[in-house]
């Protein structure tokens, strides 16, 4: 049983569109990380998050740590947003290094 | 702004060899991390480290695996004898200390181990 499930797996849209991923965990966290990876393999953190609301740029991510549950928005998307958009969480018990454990990303295709 | 490297970006290896993948985390982080993804899959965990030595490993991080932190700035996956299931995506990240222990991470751009 996947401690992180994301949702939808695979998600296409026209460009302008108003894009959600949802993220849902089974485990108590402490944060989580939305994260972004592109064709070529790497990968960017956009946000981490523990309570709340962060905005940057066009994209939004909230949470709510008591309903176990985080979304990730992107205003007017664009083809350049196509990518696979990855959460991943903090869980208990807090240590020094903490590890975190993934979901199974969204595939996003923007089309022109 | 400081970023996370990694070498090689791509090793081919026969079973049975050994590979050292290497790592410089930002210069100013202490904890340190190897992820790996098997194409298709999820990212997962193998280990992290801290203070110059293993914090938490997974199941996946068995005997065949070590990492060292050599000197001050390399950080190092060495996998003693390859199977055709290492092959993968291997990421290093690292994160600064903060007033708790869930710090944003660094992920480095990868390397993609292939075993033949």
């Known amino acids: 049983k996947n401690e992180v499930e994301q949702s939808p797996q695979n998600l296409t849209a026209q460009e302008g569109e108003f894009i959600t991923i949802n993220c849902s965990y089974s485990?108590?966290?402490?944060?989580l990380h939305w994260l972004q990876q592109h064709p070529g393999g790497g990968i960017v953190s956009l946000f981490m998050l523990s309570s709340g609301k962060k905005k940057h740029g066009r994209l939004i991510a909230t949470i709510n740590i008591q309903e176990k549950h985080s979304s990730l928005h992107i205003t007017a998307s664009h083809p350049r947003d196509s990518a696979v958009y990855i959460c991943?969480?903090?869980?208990?018990?807090?240590?020094?290094?903490?590890?975190?454990?993934f979901g199974q990303g969204t595939r996003l295709t923007i089309n022109p | 702004e400081p970023e996370v490297t990694q070498t090689p970006s791509h090793q081919v290896t026969q079973m049975g060899q050994e590979v050292i993948l290497r790592c410089v985390p930002i210069?100013?982080?202490?904890?340190f991390y190897w992820y790996r993804q098997i194409l298709g899959q999820k990212v997962e965990f193998l280990v992290s480290f801290y203070n110059n030595e293993i914090s938490e490993k997974s199941e996946i991080f068995d005997d065949q695996f070590s990492v060292e932190r050599p000197d001050g700035s390399n950080f190092t996956l060495k996998i003693r004898s390859t199977k055709l299931e290492d092959s993968a995506m291997y990421f290093c990240?690292?994160?600064?200390?903060?007033?708790?222990?869930?710090?944003?991470?660094?992920f480095g751009p990868g390397t993609r181990l292939t075993v033949l």
């Open positions: 990240a690292s994160s600064a200390p903060g007033t708790s222990g869930r710090d944003e991470q660094f």
């Open positions: 485990v108590g966290i402490s944060a």
């Open positions: 991943a969480a903090f869980p208990y018990p807090i240590q020094g290094a903490q590890k975190l454990v």
């Open positions: 210069s100013n982080h202490l904890y």
